[in-house]
Structure formats: C-alpha cells, structure tokens
C-alpha cells in the first residue's frame, strides 16, 4: 500500500500539481483512485474558468502563458475521453489564441515580408481547425454520429445533425463556427477549406436560432463579419452586417469593440467610405477600456486586442483606401 501511495504522489507532482495545488495531497487516503479524481476535478475547474484572461491587461503575459494552459488541458483531455466541457475550453482557447496573436502577427508581418506572412497565417489555420475540431469531439460526444452527417457534404444530412442539437449545445457550435470560419478566413489558397464556408454559415445560424442572445450579442458579433463576407443572395450583405452590428452592441451595451472593428473592416472598407472608418475607429481606440467597472473589466482583455487592431488599421489608411 505505501508504494501505491508513493506512485499516486509521483503522478499528482508531475501532472497535477502545477495545476492545481498542493491541496489535493489531502485526498491521498483514498488511495490511487485519486489519480481519476484529481483529473476530473482539474478538467472541471480549467474549464469554467478558461483561463481567467478576460479581465487582464496585459496581452503580452496572456500570450506567454497561454500556450502551457491549453497544453496542460489537452494533457487532461486524452486521460478523459467523454469530458465534454474541457473540449470546450480548448475550442474556446486555441480559436481565441489564434485570433488574438497568431493571426494578428501574421497581418503585420504580411505587411513586410509576404512569404513569411503566409507561414505564420498557416500555423493560426492549424489552430483554427484545432480548436474547431475539439468543439465537434465535443458535439460528437454527446450526440454520436453528429460529426460524420455534417461533414457528409450532403445537405440533408447536415441540416438534420444540426437539428438534432439544442440550446445547451450552442457553445459548442459557436466555437466550432468561429474557429471554422476564421481558417476559412486563411484559406485563400486552399479551395476545399473555402469550400466549406455555406456549412459554416448553417452551423452559426443554427446555433443563433436556438439562443440569439448568446454570451451577450457574440453570435451576432459572428455574423458582422460574416454577412460583409457572403453576397446578399446568401443571406449576407452591408445591410446585414449592420443588422447584426446593433443587435450585438445592444446586446452587449456597447462593452464589446471587436464588432465595431470587425465592421469597419469588412464593410467600411470595402464600401471605400473613409471618414466613416476613420470616426468609427477613432470611437474604438478612444474608450476608456481599463475602468474598473465590473461589466467593462470582464471584456477588459478582447477591448484591448480590439483598440490594437483598431490603431494598426489606422496606421494604413493610404494602403486600404484610394484617395
């Protein structure tokens, strides 16, 4: 018995611990099925707290420490196989990561050096699609099957695997919309991954039609940049977008600027309107994102991100517009 004791303590100080603590010691008189405990328990709580990144104001730090978190819980991940909501934190934290530094270094660099542009934009696809990938484990889990008719590329097998889903499932399908879309956004070059872009659109309109209000306005958020990217007779357009821009300022109380970026961009910008993008991202960079109201403070990090853009954006007026 003092040997399986020593051999569960061996594994909870290489994997758990640095996790979690030395407070899980004081389960160790349960003997080795602790080992199962301690897992299910880390995954539970790196899930419902994603990270605690959202209220940070250093972006620089979240990127550091970023990449050991979703390490540590894709570690946990393969020990729990049908661990739904740890596969949601990945999708959540490998599509925000990509979004946050990886695609934001690649539109930078692009603007330098367009081949080393593309490989760093490759490596945010592969994140994309990861973080995609883990959301779909997850829909997969709870509805077996699901994975294999949406991906069929037949239509009617599709829409009925979306039917199948309900409001609990609608993080998962945010995620894997998100993620899936934002590769697609890389895609250029890859027509298989471009082709996938109307299933994209019926995930995330799926998932809109069982909870609109979603994480305050974020499906709505989705579809600002989706909408400029689709022809109207898909559904999408300018007048779309903007649709969806109000929805999503209302619904978050015009806390969260990424959709406001995200509009200057995809609409402002192709429709050539300058003074409007510039007032719209002046609006963006001038909000007071640091306050420490507690409903500014939880979208503190994003804003930050946002007003970023926003100032990059700002920085190239002479190469995005005409005159």
């Known amino acids: 018995m003092d040997a399986l004791f020593a051999d569960c ?3 909870l100080r290489s994997a758990v611990l640095p996790v979690v603590g030395p407070a899980l010691l004081v389960v160790l008189s349960s003997g080795c099925s602790v ?3 301690a897992l299910k328990a880390t995954a539970d709580a790196l899930s419902s707290t994603g990270g605690g990144y959202g209220t940070e104001d250093d972006p620089m730090l979240v990127r550091q420490a970023a990449p050991f978190g979703l390490k540590t819980m894709e570690t946990l991940a393969e020990s729990l196989p049908e661990h739904r909501q740890i596969r949601l ?5 490998f599509v ?3 979004y946050a530094f ?13 081949d080393q542009g593309k490989q760093v934009l490759l490596r945010a696809r592969r994140l994309y699609l990861r973080g995609r990938n883990y959301a779909l484990d997850a829909l997969e889990l709870s509805h077996p099957g699901f994975r294999k008719a949406l991906l069929s590329g037949k239509q009617e097998e ?23 879309a934002l590769a697609i956004g890389t895609a250029k070059d890859d027509p298989n991954l471009f082709g996938d872009f109307p299933l994209v659109g019926q995930v995330m ?9 979603f994480d305050e306005g974020a499906i709505h958020e989705f579809f600002v940049s989706f909408d400029a990217s689709r022809p109207e007779d898909q559904g999408g357009g300018p007048v779309s977008s903007k649709k969806h821009l109000d929805i999503a300022q209302k619904q978050g109380q015009g806390r969260k600027l990424g959709s406001l970026v995200s509009y200057a961009e ?3 910008q192709a429709q050539q309107k300058k003074a409007e993008f510039v007032k719209l991202l002046q609006q963006v960079v001038a909000t007071d994102v640091l306050s420490e109201d507690p409903s500014w403070k939880k979208q503190r990090l994003s804003n930050i991100i946002a007003q970023e853009r926003a100032r990059w954006l700002l920085s190239k007026l002479s190469d995005l517009f005409v005159d």
């Not at 998932?207 to 209000?213: F, I, Y």
């Open 89 to 93: 934190a990945l999708a959540s934290g």
């Open 205 to 213: 309109e799926r998932a809109l039609g069982l909870d609109e209000s």
């Open 9 to 11: 303590r061996r594994w």
């Open 266 to 268: 995809g609409v402002l």
């Open 96 to 98: 925000q990561y990509a």
């Open 102 to 114: 990886v695609n934001q270094d690649a539109d930078r660099l692009s603007d330098k050096d367009i």
């Open 158 to 180: 599709s829409r009925a695997a979306l039917l199948r889903l309900s409001k609990e499932d609608v993080p998962y399908l945010y995620w894997a919309g998100a993620g899936w």
């Open 35 to 37: 080992k199962g405990y």
